[in-house]
């Protein structure tokens, strides 16, 4: 018989032939450092010996380790339970999702806050109920963005990244007639990250708004990396005063919030529509009641506070030190990318660095174009000034075993 299936060794093999195979690697706990395990593949892992720095986490403000975020998480198991046991739409929803909502809309100043399983399930939802005939998209969004477009069934238009002038063409392209198949009635959506994870860079909101507001069309941010960190506990969007010009907002708890899930923010109508037409939301069980708990507590330690001021010194340390040394370091947020170019002088770097107990990962093709291969450095508000130190002299010695410096 014909065998119709998978050749799913050939597969692992071209993957692992062009070092793009990547494998679990489990720690022992969440948190600034910690023992690492090598890959098991199914077994029982087996901690190493020594501890190392992670630099690698989107644990922004270090609280997945806080004592108050986790007597939260606590808390609502023992009085709420440990899952919410349905659909939000069916006996889900409970008093700790609402208030987390609320606090949410609080924050990021809107009407009101939806709280999905996931952040992937809250774009993905979202951009497909919607459904918008035109959507206009940043080349370098993440892959839920670009799936939720796919599962909308619009037209995509990428402009360059985070290139306001890109998408003035390409909006003014469509509105002449010169893109095929447009019409006048089109609804047009705008969406983009507002900090970008890979290359660290911040979108110029502001001027896409200008764009889009030109043409009519709405505008969707995607805050995941951003949530918690700016005013107030805010965004990128909260920063720049921009609630009233973004219709839809959406963002993580997984990141600074140190918990899970993800979230969409916006006017009254947009959250009852979503409640009924966003088949992530609809078809989900909801969010366990700890982690929409855990992610209330680290909202409001992330608006009152001095995580966020912490985070931002270690940045400005690190920053100033790789380039000290002559490293070219991409982006203006907390994510630090150092662009090393080849592809295997990338992944030699990361395993020198893991060799100094740091832990910094390589990000190459196809995550990023060719030629621009980056270690991804992430400090946290929990490492002190000896981790970042520790960190520094780590990049130093790797990279002149390597030949970098």
Known sequence: MEDRGFDLEGRLGALEADDLKRNLS????VAERGYFAEPAYGDLPVLGSEEALVFASNNYLGLTADERVQDAARRAAATVGTGAGASRLVTGDTMVHQDLERLLAETKRTDR????????????????ALSPDVVFSDELNHASIIDGCRLSGADVEIYDHCDADSLRSAMAARADGRVEGGDVDDSWLVVTDSVFSMDGTVAPLEAICDVAESYGAWVMVDEAHATGLYANGGGVVQAEGLEDRIQVQMGTLSKALASQGGYVAGSDDLIEYLCNE????????????PAA????????????GGARERLW??????????ETMGYSVLGDSQILPVLIGDRRDALALAEG??????????????TVPDGTSRIRVVPTASHDRDDVIAC??????????????
């Open 26 to 29: 489990p720690v022992d706990r």
């Open 113 to 128: 806050a939806l709280v999905f399983a996931s952040g992937y399930a809250a774009n993905v939802g979202t951009i497909a």
């Open 278 to 289: 966003a088949r992530s939301f609809v078809y989900s069980t909801g969010l366990a009641p």
């Open 293 to 304: 708990a855990a992610a209330s507590e680290a909202l409001h330690i992330a608006r009152h």
């Open 313 to 322: 010194e270690n940045v400005a340390h690190l920053r100033d030190g790789l």
């Open 353 to 366: 660095l893991r060799d100094q107990d740091v832990v910094a990962p390589a990000i190459r093709p196809p």
């Open 392 to 405: 520094l002299e780590a990049f130093q010695a790797a990279g002149e075993e390597v030949g970098l410096l």
